[in-house]
């Protein structure tokens, strides 16, 4: 998630430098030719006006879908971090005095929330991070998950005997709130919980549980790649056709001026700045499309995760909290 004001316009030239590298290139091709005598070349606007319409709905589609998706993951982290809240005041209050099985249940839903954290910044084929424009922008600022593991990140929360039994699980989120399932039984088994209090706490799990689900749908469900495939088609026709299209056009402009026979030099600038947009708008719709890949436009569930811990910790008044993460370079996960 990008912290501050707003993405300057030099890191926007800089990120889609590649992408002016070849427009430039694909601008100056038809205008040379055209301007050496080559007037065949030029395409009637029309058309492409038509095709360049069409364009603009379904990459406006595509970024409202891209929304759509980065929102709602900042939804169930909003969500997780109230029910987390609930649910800690809930246990250290319904269990009073009974602070092991209170530290116990505390640390190991700090051991979900890492592990779902881990789960979420796993890579999938359909994600950007390998493009080099995005590899590039990495080194502004970190992906906590890859500079530590799940195995360092989990072995301080959970005792050994979990610890062991956890790292043999596929997915170890569901299985870490499975334990926490258990562990409440068993509690209220030896009368530690009421009814009430055992069936409150149930429900929080569900919720942990629904929210995970939530997450892992958005995920492992890429945005369609039919929507997503002609929208790539369509933008590379547009692109493509644009530099042609306007020709005819700026010749026309310079007509008995004193840039006549000049002003078809003005279609480079103009195809440049038309295409930029275009293909700019996708790749921002695409760089928000998967809300958990490790992107600057990411959802922070490693600071939310850390907000949420900070907050329980203080709830048993430890006095060695762990820091805030904070942004570096405007950036944070």
Not at 209 to 224: L, M, S, W
């Amino acid at each position: 998630m990008n912290a501050g004001r707003r993405f300057s316009p030099l890191e926007f030239i800089l990120w889609t430098r590649r992408t002016i590298y070849k427009i430039f290139i694909l601008s100056l091709i038809p205008t040379l030719f055209y301007f050496l005598g080559v007037k065949f070349i030029a395409l009637p606007w029309q058309p492409i006006t038509i095709l360049g319409t069409a364009v603009a709905f379904i990459v406006g589609f595509k970024n409202n879908a891209s929304y759509a998706r980065l929102w709602e993951a900042r939804q169930i982290y909003g969500a997780i971090i109230n029910d987390s809240r609930s649910f800690a005041y809930t246990i250290k209050d319904a269990l009073k005095n009974q602070n092991k099985d209170i530290n116990s249940i505390f640390y190991r839903h700090f051991a979900w929330l890492t592990a779902m954290r881990f789960q979420l910044r796993e890579s999938r084929t359909w994600e950007n991070m390998e493009q080099k424009a995005n590899k590039e922008y990495l080194l502004k600022y970190d992906i906590p998950e890859r500079i530590s593991t799940l195995e360092n990140e989990l072995k301080p929360l959970l005792t050994n005997e979990e610890y062991t039994y956890i790292l043999q699980k596929k997915n170890k989120a569901t299985q870490l709130a499975a334990l926490q399932s258990n562990h409440l039984a068993k509690l209220y088994n030896e009368g530690f919980l009421n009814d009430f209090q055992w069936s409150l706490l149930q429900q929080s799990l569900m919720k942990f549980t629904d929210n995970q689900g939530k997450a892992e749908r958005i995920k492992n469900f890429p945005y369609p790649r039919n929507f997503g495939s002609i929208t790539t088609y369509l933008l590379f026709l547009f692109v493509l056709s644009v530099p042609f299209g306007l020709l005819n056009e700026f010749d026309k402009l310079g007509h008995n001026t004193i840039i006549e026979g000049y002003s078809v030099w003005l279609n480079l600038p103009f195809s440049m700045i038309l295409t930029w947009v275009f293909i700019t708008l996708d790749t921002v719709g695409e760089s928000s499309m998967n809300p958990f890949e490790g992107s600057a436009n990411d959802v922070p569930i490693t600071q939310i995760s850390r907000t949420i811990e900070i907050d329980m910790r203080d709830m048993l008044n430890e006095e060695n909290l762990p820091l805030p993460i904070t942004p570096k370079n405007n950036i944070v996960l």
